[in-house]
Nanobody, 115 residues
Framework: QVQLVESGGGLVQAGGSLKLSCVAS????????MAWYRQAPGKQRELVAR???????NYADSVKDRFTISRDNAKKTVYLQMNSLKPEDTAVYYC?????????WGQGIQVTVSS
């Protein structure tokens, strides 16, 4: 059974930091491109950051220079370090893994940034 389990969310004041983690099980993690998406109330789900199997990264313009995605293949874990958080970063954050025809999602975790 494939599972992607997020942790590390919560409530933080504007300007603060949080680090999200996503632990994968049931998949051969290494070949997967891993990503973080988010969905705010009333908005579409959007890509926040992505890291390929080779370690290349890309970010949404809104989070560049504030967020950092990384992966630890030995731990089957992808991270999202979020710094200088803004109220507009408030959303449910989802972990995603893609490889070939395989596409898996975590259940999501709430991040709330207060002003």
């Amino acid at each position: 059974q494939v599972q992607l389990v997020e942790s590390g969310g919560g409530l933080v004041q504007a300007g603060g930091s949080l680090k999200l983690s996503c632990v994968a099980s049931g998949i051969s993690f290494t070949p997967y491109a891993m990503a973080w998406y988010r969905q705010a109330p009333g908005k579409q789900r959007e890509l926040v950051a992505r890291v390929t199997s080779g370690g290349s990264t890309n970010y949404a313009d809104s989070v560049k220079d504030r967020f950092t995605i990384s992966r630890d293949n030995a731990k089957k874990t992808v991270y999202l370090q979020m710094n200088s958080l803004k109220p507009e970063d408030t959303a449910v954050y989802y972990c995603n893994g893609q490889w070939l025809r395989f596409d898996y999602w975590g259940q999501g975790i709430q991040v709330t940034v207060s002003s």
